[in-house]
Protein backbone atom coordinates (compact mmCIF):
# COMPACT_ATOMS: atom_id res chain seq x y z
CA UNK A 1 0.00 0.00 0.00
CA UNK A 2 1.24 3.52 -0.46
CA UNK A 3 2.49 5.51 2.33
CA UNK A 4 4.15 8.38 3.82
CA UNK A 5 6.69 8.69 6.35
CA UNK A 6 7.24 11.86 8.06
CA UNK A 7 9.76 11.42 11.02
CA UNK A 8 9.51 14.34 12.89
CA UNK A 9 6.19 15.25 14.29
CA UNK A 10 7.10 18.70 16.40
CA UNK A 11 10.55 20.60 15.41
CA UNK A 12 11.34 23.96 17.54
CA UNK A 13 14.22 25.86 15.94
CA UNK A 14 15.60 29.32 16.38
CA UNK A 15 15.51 31.92 13.98
CA UNK A 16 18.39 31.71 11.04
CA UNK A 17 18.99 27.74 12.05
CA UNK A 18 18.92 25.23 9.27
CA UNK A 19 16.31 23.32 8.53
CA UNK A 20 15.56 19.81 7.16
CA UNK A 21 12.57 17.72 7.69
CA UNK A 22 12.78 14.16 6.47
CA UNK A 23 9.92 12.32 4.36
CA UNK A 24 9.73 9.04 2.74
CA UNK A 25 7.24 6.97 0.98
CA UNK A 26 6.59 3.48 -0.24
CA UNK A 27 5.23 2.91 -3.51
CA UNK A 28 5.72 0.68 -6.11
CA UNK A 29 5.93 2.75 -9.12
CA UNK A 30 6.78 6.25 -10.43
CA UNK A 31 5.63 9.12 -8.22
CA UNK A 32 5.25 13.11 -8.22
CA UNK A 33 6.32 14.62 -4.90
CA UNK A 34 4.77 17.48 -3.27
CA UNK A 35 5.68 19.86 0.09
CA UNK A 36 2.73 21.76 1.26
CA UNK A 37 2.72 24.31 4.06
CA UNK A 38 -0.50 25.48 6.04
CA UNK A 39 0.22 28.30 8.04
CA UNK A 40 -1.88 29.05 11.62
CA UNK A 41 -5.60 29.76 10.31
CA UNK A 42 -4.74 29.54 6.64
CA UNK A 43 -5.24 27.04 3.77
CA UNK A 44 -2.75 23.74 2.18
CA UNK A 45 -0.52 26.09 0.00
CA UNK A 46 2.34 24.28 -2.09
CA UNK A 47 5.73 24.96 -1.30
CA UNK A 48 7.18 22.86 -4.19
CA UNK A 49 6.64 19.72 -6.47
CA UNK A 50 9.07 17.16 -8.13
CA UNK A 51 7.93 15.22 -11.50
CA UNK A 52 10.67 14.49 -13.25
CA UNK A 53 14.25 16.02 -14.12
CA UNK A 54 16.62 18.02 -12.22
CA UNK A 55 16.54 15.95 -8.31
CA UNK A 56 16.66 18.95 -6.25
CA UNK A 57 13.34 21.61 -6.47
CA UNK A 58 13.50 24.88 -5.48
CA UNK A 59 9.81 25.94 -4.17
CA UNK A 60 8.74 29.89 -2.61
CA UNK A 61 10.02 31.34 0.39
CA UNK A 62 13.51 29.83 0.03
CA UNK A 63 12.67 26.52 0.81
CA UNK A 64 14.27 23.30 -1.79
CA UNK A 65 13.43 19.69 -1.62
CA UNK A 66 15.88 16.61 -2.64
CA UNK A 67 14.36 13.74 -4.43
CA UNK A 68 16.50 10.57 -3.74
CA UNK A 69 14.99 7.99 -5.92
CA UNK A 70 17.56 5.15 -3.98
CA UNK A 71 16.43 6.31 -0.70
CA UNK A 72 12.32 6.76 -1.39
CA UNK A 73 13.13 9.95 0.21
CA UNK A 74 12.24 13.75 -0.69
CA UNK A 75 13.04 16.10 2.23
CA UNK A 76 12.94 19.51 2.79
CA UNK A 77 15.22 21.93 3.28
CA UNK A 78 15.52 25.57 4.39
CA UNK A 79 19.23 27.38 5.08
CA UNK A 80 18.06 29.77 7.36
CA UNK A 81 14.61 29.80 9.04
CA UNK A 82 12.50 32.84 10.23
CA UNK A 83 9.86 33.36 12.90
CA UNK A 84 7.22 33.00 10.24
CA UNK A 85 8.26 29.83 8.74
CA UNK A 86 6.23 28.65 11.64
CA UNK A 87 3.79 26.39 10.56
CA UNK A 88 2.80 22.84 9.35
CA UNK A 89 4.01 20.83 7.04
CA UNK A 90 2.92 18.29 5.01
CA UNK A 91 5.05 15.94 2.45
CA UNK A 92 2.48 13.90 -0.48
CA UNK A 93 2.59 11.57 -3.54
CA UNK A 94 0.36 10.66 -5.68
CA UNK A 95 1.19 8.12 -8.60
CA UNK A 96 2.62 9.37 -12.04
CA UNK A 97 -0.04 8.92 -15.27
CA UNK A 98 -2.89 10.77 -13.93
CA UNK A 99 -4.66 12.68 -12.20
CA UNK A 100 -4.59 11.10 -9.15
CA UNK A 101 -5.46 10.78 -5.58
CA UNK A 102 -2.83 12.75 -2.67
CA UNK A 103 -1.13 10.42 -0.06
CA UNK A 104 -0.01 12.73 2.80
CA UNK A 105 2.03 12.38 5.71
CA UNK A 106 1.39 13.07 9.07
CA UNK A 107 2.75 16.62 9.15
CA UNK A 108 5.47 18.18 10.81
CA UNK A 109 4.50 21.10 13.50
CA UNK A 110 7.81 23.59 12.92
CA UNK A 111 8.10 25.81 15.59
CA UNK A 112 10.53 29.27 14.95
CA UNK A 113 11.43 31.63 18.01
CA UNK A 114 13.05 34.48 17.86
CA UNK B 1 -4.10 34.96 -8.13
CA UNK B 2 -7.34 32.40 -8.41
CA UNK B 3 -8.31 30.41 -5.02
CA UNK B 4 -10.38 27.37 -3.85
CA UNK B 5 -12.92 29.03 -2.04
CA UNK B 6 -15.35 26.61 0.73
CA UNK B 7 -18.74 27.71 3.11
CA UNK B 8 -19.12 27.51 5.69
CA UNK B 9 -15.34 27.68 7.58
CA UNK B 10 -17.29 26.26 10.72
CA UNK B 11 -20.30 23.41 10.72
CA UNK B 12 -22.54 22.14 13.95
CA UNK B 13 -24.85 19.51 13.25
CA UNK B 14 -26.44 16.85 15.52
CA UNK B 15 -25.58 13.01 15.17
CA UNK B 16 -28.03 12.52 12.24
CA UNK B 17 -28.31 15.38 10.38
CA UNK B 18 -27.72 16.15 6.97
CA UNK B 19 -25.18 18.71 6.01
CA UNK B 20 -23.72 19.75 2.92
CA UNK B 21 -20.07 21.40 2.18
CA UNK B 22 -19.54 23.78 -0.64
CA UNK B 23 -16.63 24.74 -2.71
CA UNK B 24 -15.71 27.03 -5.54
CA UNK B 25 -12.98 25.30 -7.19
CA UNK B 26 -10.33 27.91 -9.46
CA UNK B 27 -12.47 28.34 -12.80
CA UNK B 28 -10.80 26.96 -15.80
CA UNK B 29 -9.96 23.54 -13.10
CA UNK B 30 -11.14 20.16 -14.10
CA UNK B 31 -10.32 17.54 -11.47
CA UNK B 32 -12.43 17.91 -7.93
CA UNK B 33 -11.42 16.27 -5.08
CA UNK B 34 -12.57 16.24 -1.34
CA UNK B 35 -10.13 15.19 1.80
CA UNK B 36 -10.67 15.00 5.31
CA UNK B 37 -8.45 15.53 8.69
CA UNK B 38 -9.85 14.17 11.60
CA UNK B 39 -7.92 15.81 14.76
CA UNK B 40 -4.64 14.89 15.19
CA UNK B 41 -4.54 12.23 11.88
CA UNK B 42 -3.04 12.90 8.72
CA UNK B 43 -5.15 14.24 5.78
CA UNK B 44 -7.22 11.53 3.85
CA UNK B 45 -8.29 11.21 0.42
CA UNK B 46 -12.24 10.93 -0.26
CA UNK B 47 -13.14 11.04 -3.70
CA UNK B 48 -12.35 12.67 -7.11
CA UNK B 49 -14.69 14.23 -9.54
CA UNK B 50 -14.49 14.48 -13.63
CA UNK B 51 -16.88 15.48 -16.08
CA UNK B 52 -19.42 15.08 -13.48
CA UNK B 53 -18.56 11.38 -12.34
CA UNK B 54 -16.59 10.21 -9.70
CA UNK B 55 -12.95 8.72 -11.06
CA UNK B 56 -12.02 7.97 -7.69
CA UNK B 57 -13.42 7.58 -4.06
CA UNK B 58 -11.56 5.61 -1.19
CA UNK B 59 -13.37 3.25 0.94
CA UNK B 60 -14.22 6.46 3.58
CA UNK B 61 -16.42 7.61 0.98
CA UNK B 62 -19.26 5.18 1.52
CA UNK B 63 -23.32 5.29 0.68
CA UNK B 64 -23.32 8.50 3.28
CA UNK B 65 -21.21 10.40 1.27
CA UNK B 66 -21.99 12.08 -2.26
CA UNK B 67 -20.80 14.96 -5.00
CA UNK B 68 -22.45 16.85 -7.19
CA UNK B 69 -21.17 19.87 -9.36
CA UNK B 70 -25.31 21.51 -9.33
CA UNK B 71 -24.07 24.56 -11.81
CA UNK B 72 -21.07 25.56 -13.50
CA UNK B 73 -19.22 26.83 -10.23
CA UNK B 74 -19.86 24.96 -6.91
CA UNK B 75 -18.61 21.53 -6.29
CA UNK B 76 -20.54 20.49 -3.24
CA UNK B 77 -20.05 17.05 -0.51
CA UNK B 78 -23.34 15.61 0.99
CA UNK B 79 -23.31 13.86 4.61
CA UNK B 80 -26.31 12.46 4.05
CA UNK B 81 -26.85 11.49 8.10
CA UNK B 82 -24.01 12.53 9.95
CA UNK B 83 -22.13 10.31 12.56
CA UNK B 84 -19.62 11.70 15.78
CA UNK B 85 -17.02 9.91 13.95
CA UNK B 86 -17.68 12.54 10.68
CA UNK B 87 -16.03 15.64 12.79
CA UNK B 88 -13.38 16.57 10.83
CA UNK B 89 -11.29 19.28 8.59
CA UNK B 90 -12.94 18.94 4.94
CA UNK B 91 -10.59 20.26 2.45
CA UNK B 92 -11.79 20.90 -1.25
CA UNK B 93 -9.25 21.02 -3.72
CA UNK B 94 -8.94 20.89 -7.95
CA UNK B 95 -6.84 20.72 -10.84
CA UNK B 96 -6.11 21.63 -14.56
CA UNK B 97 -6.30 18.70 -15.40
CA UNK B 98 -2.96 18.81 -17.53
CA UNK B 99 -2.34 16.57 -20.25
CA UNK B 100 1.16 14.02 -18.92
CA UNK B 101 1.89 13.87 -15.51
CA UNK B 102 2.55 17.49 -14.03
CA UNK B 103 -1.08 18.32 -12.49
CA UNK B 104 -0.97 20.40 -9.23
CA UNK B 105 -4.03 20.37 -6.50
CA UNK B 106 -4.50 23.50 -5.03
CA UNK B 107 -6.64 23.21 -2.08
CA UNK B 108 -9.40 25.55 -0.30
CA UNK B 109 -9.17 26.80 3.39
CA UNK B 110 -11.30 23.93 4.86
CA UNK B 111 -14.63 23.51 6.21
CA UNK B 112 -14.32 22.62 9.92
CA UNK B 113 -17.25 20.07 10.87
CA UNK B 114 -18.62 19.16 14.12
CA UNK B 115 -20.65 16.09 14.85
CA UNK B 116 -22.58 16.39 18.58
Known amino acids: AQSVSQHNHHVILSEAASLELGCNYS??????LFWYVQYPGQHLQLLLK??????LVKGIKGFEAEFIKSKFSFNLRKPSVQWSDTAEYFC????????????FGAGTRLAVHP | EPEVTQTPSHQVTQMGQEVILRCVPI?????FYWYRQILGQKVEFLVS????????KSEIFDDQFSVERPDGSNFTLKIRSTKLEDSAMYFC??????????????FGPGTRLTVL
Open chain 1, 92 to 103: AVNARGGYNKLI
Open chain 2, 27 to 31: SNHLY
Open chain 1, 27 to 32: YGGTVN
Open chain 1, 50 to 55: YFSGDP
Open chain 2, 49 to 56: FYNNEISE
Open chain 2, 93 to 106: ASSEGLAGDTDTQY
